[in-house]
Every structure is written in structure tokens, then in C-alpha cells.
């Protein structure tokens, strides 16, 4: 038994490399390939750093977005039990299901100057075609899942009775929320809005055809490699990821360092 029980992890682990190795390998590729002139002249080029710039603002504003409607969202499927709870599960989790080239389309047949939304919002001083808004509607559009579904399982998470002790002792339901429900669910959140911000940063069908320009920075990588070839576009591919991994990393730390404080004050 011991022997098949070994047997099993060095089957497990095996895979586990298989995956790592697939996962990285790549990356690694990419990474190795640029020269540091082809870095710095990367970075010198003024339309590259604009993208950049477009990719973080618009990740950012979208993200922020996600959670100011997401979570109340979220807390709602958590905490509450009616009729087509199902069918709302089901649409938030549409954008994973349907490819983006797809949200693409659906989003220009809404908010283009001719769509349904379009002209409405054009009288309020809105325009998504061509604009930055565009961008960040695009990018929402992709992301807002992940911060539902992840804050809904922290929520989930949190015992519903200190929602009620909270309330037996006064506290209503705003204070309950943003003192105990909120900080409980907090590592949750944060997941959820680090995903959310992940897949919108890296968006490119979405906001190729609902917006284009201003360019974000998958789609400037991406004229780099039709018009300049393939070094030129690795050079900023290598950038970006970078920024983006780095700003991937500090999410994450600031969640886990929220997660110790809970722990350190119980």
C-alpha cells in the first residue's frame, strides 16, 4: 500500500512538472530572446509607451469599476436565496463562455454610434468608438466575472452569524457590511479584482473592435509584429510583462498581507 501510495506522487509530481514546464517554458523563451538594445529601444518609443499607459489606466479604471458594482453583486448571490438566482449565476459567467472576438461584436452592436445604447450615450457626452471609454468598457466587459465569482466565495466564506451578532449589537447593515462582512471576505475581493485585472490588462479582441484607438498594449504589440516584425514586438512583449507581472505580484502580496493581519489580530 505504502509502495502504490509513492507510486501515485511521483505520477502527481510528474505532471506537476509537465504543467510548470509548459506553463514557463515559453516565457522563458520570450524573455531570453530580446537583446538589452532592443529593450531600450523599445522603451525609447514614444507609441509603445503610450499603449502601455492605456493598458494600465484602462486595467485600473475597469477594475475599479468591477469592484464598485461586482461586489454588491457578489454579497447579494452570497447571502440571499430567490427565484433565477441560477439564471443570474449563468449570465455573469457569460464573458468566460462566449470568445471575445464574439464580446466584440456584441459590445459594437450596443455602444457603437449606431447601436442600440450608442446614440443615448452620445447625448450624455459618451462616445465608445475610438475613445478610451471604449477601452475600458471592453476591458470591464472581460473581467467582471472574476470579481464576482471570487468576492461571492469569500463572502461565502464569512459565518453569517457575526453578520447577525453584529446586528443584534446595534450595527446596521452598512456597518455590518463594511466592518465585518467586507474585511472578512476581504482575501476574496482582492483575488477577484487581481484576476479582474489581470484578464482586462491583457485584453485584445474585446478592444480591437469596440474601441482600437486609443491602442492598449496587446494591440500595439501586436502592429509591432505585422509591421515591424517579430523582435521589435518581443522587445515590448518582454516590457509589459514584466510591469505586469510586477503589479500581479503586489495584489497578491497585499491580499495575503491583509490575510496576516486577520490572523495576527485573532
Given at each position: 500500500m505504502r509502495t502504490q501510495r509513492g507510486l501515485m506522487f511521483w505520477v502527481f509530481w510528474l505532471a506537476a512538472c509537465l504543467v510548470l514546464?509548459?506553463?514557463?517554458?515559453?516565457?522563458?523563451?520570450?524573455?531570453?530572446?530580446?537583446?538589452?538594445?532592443?529593450?531600450?529601444?523599445a522603451a525609447m518609443h514614444v507609441g509603445v509607451r503610450d499603449a502601455f499607459l492605456v493598458s494600465l489606466e484602462g486595467a485600473a479604471l475597469s477594475t475599479a469599476l468591477s469592484m464598485l458594482f461586482g461586489v454588491p453583486l457578489a454579497y447579494l448571490l452570497a447571502r440571499q436565496q430567490f427565484r433565477g438566482k441560477t439564471a443570474i449565476e449563468t449570465i455573469v459567467d457569460l464573458p468566460l463562455t462566449v470568445p471575445h472576438t464574439i464580446a466584440g461584436i456584441a459590445l459594437l452592436l450596443v455602444f457603437s454610434r449606431h447601436g442600440w445604447l450608442g446614440p443615448a450615450a452620445a447625448h450624455l457626452g459618451l462616445s465608445f468608438w475610438g475613445t478610451f471609454a471604449g477601452v475600458v468598457l471592453a476591458m470591464a466587459y472581460v473581467g467582471l466575472p472574476y470579481a464576482v465569482n471570487a468576492a461571492r466565495?469569500?463572502?461565502e466564506a464569512v459565518d453569517p452569524r457575526l453578520e447577525k451578532a453584529a446586528r443584534s449589537l446595534g450595527a446596521g447593515p452598512w456597518a455590518t457590511f463594511t466592518g465585518v462582512s467586507l474585511p472578512l471576505a476581504w482575501r476574496g475581493v482582492m483575488t477577484g479584482l487581481t484576476l479582474c485585472f489581470a484578464r482586462a490588462i491583457g485584453e485584445f479582441a474585446a478592444v480591437v473592435l469596440l474601441a482600437y484607438y486609443p491602442m492598449s498594449a496587446p494591440?500595439?504589440?501586436?502592429?509591432?509584429?505585422?509591421?515591424?516584425?517579430?523582435?521589435?514586438s518581443v522587445a515590448a512583449s518582454v516590457l509589459f510583462l514584466t510591469i505586469v507581472l510586477g503589479l500581479f505580484c503586489a495584489l497578491r502580496l497585499l491580499a495575503y498581507g491583509r490575510r496576516v493581519e486577520r490572523v495576527a489580530q485573532a
Open positions: 514546464a509548459f506553463i514557463t517554458l515559453p516565457l522563458l523563451a520570450l524573455v531570453l530572446h530580446p537583446s538589452l538594445g532592443q529593450l531600450r529601444e466565495v469569500g463572502f494591440v500595439k504589440i501586436y502592429e509591432l509584429f505585422l509591421q515591424a516584425g517579430l523582435n521589435q
